[in-house]
């Protein structure tokens, strides 16, 4: 097998990996607005933090999930 098909070959699977990530993802955000819905329901103050510094908490909080991911 030549040089290139080895390397598409390679980036299909990284492709498919990505999108399984990006699936699960999507899910795992469903799941998460649910809980966080029937708490708020139930009475339980979830939503406390203003948009802005929630957004800037999960940024900072990515960043050090990336930064494990490399070492």
């Given at each position: 097998?030549?040089?290139?098909?080895?390397?598409?070959?390679?980036?299909?699977?990284?492709?498919?990996?990505?999108?399984?990530?990006?699936?699960?993802?999507?899910?795992?955000?469903?799941?998460?607005?649910?809980?966080?819905?029937?708490?708020?329901?139930?009475?339980?103050?979830?939503?406390?933090?203003?948009?802005?510094?929630?957004?800037?908490?999960?940024k900072k909080?990515?960043?050090?999930?990336?930064?494990?991911?490399?070492?």
């Amino acid at each position: 097998m030549s040089d290139a098909k080895k390397e598409l070959k390679a980036l299909q699977k990284k492709i498919a990996a990505l999108e399984k990530e990006v699936e699960e993802a999507k899910l795992r955000e469903i799941a998460w607005e649910s809980m966080v819905e029937v708490a708020e329901e139930m009475g339980y103050p979830i939503k406390k933090k203003p948009w802005e510094e929630a957004m800037k908490d999960a940024k900072k909080k990515l960043a050090e999930m990336q930064k494990k991911g490399e070492d």
